[in-house]
Nanobody, 127 residues
Framework: QVQVEESGGGLVQPGGSLTLSCTAS????????IGWFRQAPGKERELVSA????????YYADSVKDRFTIARDNAKGTSSLQMDSLESEDTAVYYC????????????????????WGQGTQVTVSS
């Protein structure tokens, strides 16, 4: 069983920055792939970014490429999502998801590939 908890949401002005953190515990960090998803009001949940257990493979949605940066620290069992140049369209509830896999270079891109989910943290971009 993997426990997932995210933090770091809040209110930020357009053009500002915010960093989300995710802690995934209960298994060896290197074998836990992490995905960050978001769901805006009235929209389906979508993948924002993903990182493999080893950290060597990352994926970004086109809408956040060059603005968001995903990273992980396996020694601490944490992952982060650095969000820069935030736009009103980035307003959503952000979820951290985790999946145990022995393919340490695999960064899952689909919701059904993740078994463990955090409660979500609200990010609001508004002036």
């Amino acid at each position: 069983q993997v426990q997932v908890e995210e933090s770091g949401g809040g209110l930020v002005q357009p053009g500002g920055s915010l960093t989300l953190s995710c802690t995934a515990s209960g298994y060896t960090a290197e074998y836990i792939a992490i995905g960050w998803f978001r769901q805006a009001p009235g929209k389906e949940r979508e993948l924002v970014s993903a990182i493999s257990g080893s950290g060597r493979t990352t994926y970004y949605a086109d809408s956040v490429k060059d603005r968001f940066t995903i990273a992980r620290d396996n020694a601490k069992g944490t992952s982060s999502l650095q969000m820069d140049s935030l736009e009103s369209e980035d307003t959503a509830v952000y979820y951290c998801a985790a999946q145990v896999t022995n393919i340490v270079a695999h960064a899952p891109r689909y919701q059904h590939e993740y078994m463990y989910w955090g409660q979500g943290t609200q990010v609001t971009v508004s002036s």
